[in-house]
């Protein structure tokens, strides 16, 4: 297990740092925090004309065939900007969902344009949110497709997606479902979050979906695949999160004296200063660890939620210990190190929080020692 990494991919690493800190500065953040959607699609654009929003898609599907670890610097980059970017959504919940179990037909259907941004599928697959646990929509039987109802809620990019990734229940087994956002019955509701993305509730009333709609094999088992992939995806935002506010941080307590030396000199402060950056690293090892793994087919039924757990529960004490140490000026919801506070807070109980994983690990321990 070497997480060193290779000459290409600290090239992808590079690349997606130059595009995120190019675009995605702190002034242009708060001006798309103003618009109504929170979508930069000047940064989408130049993300997709990079190949990086189609990443983790087959070439077959045109994307760039990448594995979770590449996937994760990405998206380690995308944290440390904090970009308004549904990049989490389409790269793991929702199009390589239907690229890896999807029929011929409906990956033709819905990836076309997906890796080059135009078309965005997102899924909707915990509920309620802060568990990792994942409800399926009800299916009645219509002829030889179903009439399903349900409500999912926090559905990342609800707004801006074409399509949503969903389980169904469908005659007493469990299915997944592509469904067109503007499908007859489905009214979406959205809300701002703690992150200032928007999110949205899905309420399905008798929505038509037939055969053709649904993905290839065992709902379960399809659902633990991507619930695996979009937590690491998670994991590896909190930890650009963490890095950016850590090394804001760093700079901050360096430059301002307080009775005539720098604040780090203050031992106190250097010791907060020491904790929050062995949680950083903590989230990275995990994180690596589980990444890794999952790319080379081994068991993450441990790995996932350490990972995750790590992630939820050390990235809120590295963002509020770097508040904290910005004194009066992290106090300012304005400033932008509070924008990392309040990603780390929302991606903490996004698609499962600290204590639904450790519940989750728990149980593996225990199965197995039985």
Same mark, same amino acid.
């Not at 005539?260 to 031992?267: D, H, I, V």
């Given at each position: 297990?070497?997480?060193?990494?290779?000459?290409?991919?600290? @090239?992808?690493?590079?690349? +997606?740092?130059?595009?995120?800190? $190019?675009?995605?500065?702190?002034? !242009? *953040? =708060?001006? #798309?925090?103003?618009?109504?959607?929170?979508?930069?699609?000047?940064?989408?654009?130049?993300?997709?004309?990079?190949?990086?929003?189609?990443?983790?898609?087959?070439?077959?599907?045109?994307?760039?065939?990448?594995?979770?670890?590449?996937?994760?610097?990405?998206?380690?980059?995308?944290?440390?900007?904090?970009?308004?970017?549904?990049?989490?959504?389409?790269?793991?919940?929702?199009?390589?969902?239907?690229?890896?179990?999807?029929?011929?037909?409906?990956?033709?259907?819905?990836?076309?344009?997906?890796?080059?941004?135009?078309?965005?599928?997102?899924?909707?697959?915990?509920?309620?949110?802060?568990?990792?646990?994942?409800?399926?929509?009800?299916?009645?039987?219509?002829?030889?497709?179903?009439?399903?109802?349900?409500?999912?809620?926090?559905?990342?990019? @609800?707004?801006?997606?074409? +399509?949503?990734?969903?389980?169904? $229940?469908?005659?007493?087994?469990? !299915? *997944? =479902?592509? #469904?067109?956002?503007?499908?007859?019955?489905?009214?979406?509701?959205?809300?701002?979050?703690?992150?200032?993305?928007?999110?949205?509730?899905?309420?399905?009333?008798?929505?038509?979906?037939?055969?053709?709609?649904?993905?290839?094999?065992?709902?379960?088992?399809?659902?633990?695949?991507?619930?695996?992939?979009?937590?690491?995806?998670?994991?590896?935002?909190?930890?650009?999160?963490?890095?950016?506010?850590?090394?804001?941080?760093?700079?901050?307590?360096?430059?301002?004296?307080?009775?005539?030396?720098?604040?780090?000199?203050?031992?106190?402060?250097?010791?907060?200063?020491?904790?929050?950056?062995?949680?950083?690293?903590?989230?990275?090892?995990?994180?690596?660890?589980?990444?890794?793994?999952?790319?080379?087919?081994?068991?993450?039924?441990?790995?996932?939620?350490?990972?995750?757990?790590?992630?939820?529960?050390?990235?809120?004490?590295?963002?509020?210990?770097?508040?904290?140490?910005?004194?009066?000026?992290?106090?300012?919801?304005?400033?932008?190190?509070?924008?990392?506070?309040?990603?780390?807070?929302?991606?903490?109980?996004?698609?499962?929080?600290?204590?639904?994983?450790?519940?989750?690990?728990?149980?593996?321990?225990?199965?197995?020692?039985?």
């Amino acid at each position: 297990m070497d997480f060193d990494l290779t000459e290409n991919q600290q @090239a992808l690493a590079d690349l +997606a740092e130059r595009i995120f800190g $190019d675009l995605a500065t702190a002034d !242009r *953040v =708060a001006e #798309v925090e103003a618009t109504d959607d929170r979508f930069d699609r000047n940064l989408w654009g130049a993300l997709a004309e990079a190949g990086l929003v189609g990443m983790a898609l087959p070439e077959r599907d045109g994307g760039l065939d990448l594995g979770l670890v590449e996937t994760c610097l990405v998206l380690q980059q995308q944290g440390r900007r904090v970009a308004p970017v549904p990049l989490l959504a389409a790269t793991t919940l929702g199009a390589w969902a239907i690229a890896a179990y999807g029929s011929d037909a409906l990956r033709a259907r819905w990836l076309e344009g997906v890796a080059q941004g135009h078309r965005i599928l997102t899924g909707a697959w915990t509920d309620p949110a802060g568990t990792d646990e994942s409800r399926p929509l009800t299916g009645l039987a219509d002829g030889v497709g179903w009439r399903v109802s349900g409500e999912k809620v926090a559905v990342a990019a @609800a707004g801006v997606a074409d +399509a949503v990734v969903v389980p169904v $229940d469908t005659d007493g087994s469990r !299915r *997944v =479902a592509v #469904v067109p956002i503007d499908a007859d019955g489905l009214t979406v509701s959205l809300a701002e979050t703690t992150s200032r993305e928007i999110h949205g509730t899905l309420r399905f009333d008798n929505v038509a979906i037939g055969p053709e709609d649904l993905l290839d094999g065992d709902g379960d088992e399809i659902t633990r695949s991507v619930l695996d992939r979009a937590q690491i995806g998670a994991c590896a935002v909190v930890l650009g999160c963490c890095e950016e506010a850590l090394a804001m941080t760093a700079a901050h307590v360096s430059e301002r004296e307080q009775f005539g030396r720098p604040l780090s000199t203050n031992q106190g402060v250097a010791l907060q200063a020491a904790d929050a950056a062995i949680d950083t690293e903590g989230i990275r090892v995990t994180l690596q660890q589980a990444a890794w793994s999952l790319d080379n087919g081994l068991d993450v039924s441990q790995a996932v939620p350490t990972a995750k757990w790590w992630a939820s529960e050390a990235g809120q004490r590295v963002v509020v210990t770097t508040q904290h140490l910005h004194g009066g000026t992290g106090a300012d919801i304005s400033h932008p190190v509070h924008r990392y506070f309040l990603w780390v807070v929302h991606l903490a109980d996004s698609l499962g929080g600290a204590g639904a994983h450790l519940a989750r690990l728990g149980s593996t321990i225990a199965t197995r020692a039985s």
